[in-house]
């Protein structure tokens, strides 16, 4: 059975500690991993897609890279705004369908 | 661009009442997604479908839940009877075709069944 995980569940840093989140997933045939955003009230916001191993994307102060069991969201700097639910998604599918596995999130606080 | 929007936001009614979430997907989307997210379970995918048509229902947790797009702009969730553990935040999101295409997420509809 796919499944996705992440760690930590939840992470407080203060305003310029960076640090990782991690997320590890098990699937048949990966076809890309997601990273969103979450802020309390809204729904998941599209960060990154990774597709193969050894990819790396950056978006300001964020830099998601993957391997072939998991995934880092790497956070350098972080601002109190960087406060949020980062979430992570795995796709496994085939020409026709698509399937979107979510792990449970990592609540991330960031103080001043 | 407009995004995913939902309707109503927040829904509150009481056990055994019918209750309709309803989405429009973002224009040039041709997959649909139904979500429902809670503390306990997060993220949980109901069901998807693909130019109208639905693809995978086996989320749905029981018959009380159906789920119907009648064209490719609009699509509805429906609980009858609702009940007390169907309260959640139920998301819709929509994609373009082709493996690898991000989920867009409307903000949800909060449902709460007393």
């Known amino acids: 059975e796919d499944q996705v995980t992440q760690s930590p569940e939840a992470l407080r840093l203060q305003e310029g500690e960076s640090s990782s989140l991690n997320c590890s997933y098990t699937?048949?045939?990966?076809?890309?991993l997601f990273w969103y955003r979450q802020d309390p009230g809204k729904g998941p916001e599209f960060l990154f897609t990774?597709?193969?191993a050894g990819e790396e994307k950056e978006k300001e102060r964020l830099k998601a890279t993957l391997t072939k069991k998991e995934s880092f969201l790497h956070i350098t700097a972080p601002k109190p705004e960087d406060s949020a639910t980062y979430l992570c998604?795995?796709?496994?599918?085939?020409?026709?369908?698509?399937?979107?596995?979510f792990g449970p999130g990592t609540r991330l606080s960031v103080l001043p | 661009d407009a995004g995913v929007i939902q309707s109503p936001r927040h829904e509150v009614t009481e056990m055994g009442q019918e209750v309709t979430l309803r989405c429009k997907p973002i224009?040039?989307?041709?997959?649909l997604f139904w979500y429902r997210q809670t503390m306990m379970r997060g993220l949980e995918l109901l069901i998807y479908?693909?130019?109208?048509?639905?693809?995978?229902d086996s989320g749905m947790p029981e018959d009380r839940f159906s789920a119907k797009m009648p064209n490719a702009s609009f699509s509805t969730l429906k609980i009858q009877p609702s009940e007390p553990r169907d309260s959640a935040v139920y998301f819709c999101?929509?994609?373009?075709?082709?493996?690898?295409?991000?989920?867009?997420f409307g903000n949800g509809t909060r449902l709460t069944v007393t």
């Open positions: 990774l597709y193969s």
């Open positions: 479908f693909n130019n109208n048509v639905p693809i995978d």
């Open positions: 999101a929509s994609t373009l075709r082709g493996i690898g295409s991000p989920l867009h």
């Open positions: 699937v048949s045939g990966l076809r890309g």
């Open positions: 998604a795995v796709q496994e599918g085939d020409n026709y369908g698509q399937n979107f596995v």
């Open positions: 224009s040039g989307h041709d997959y």
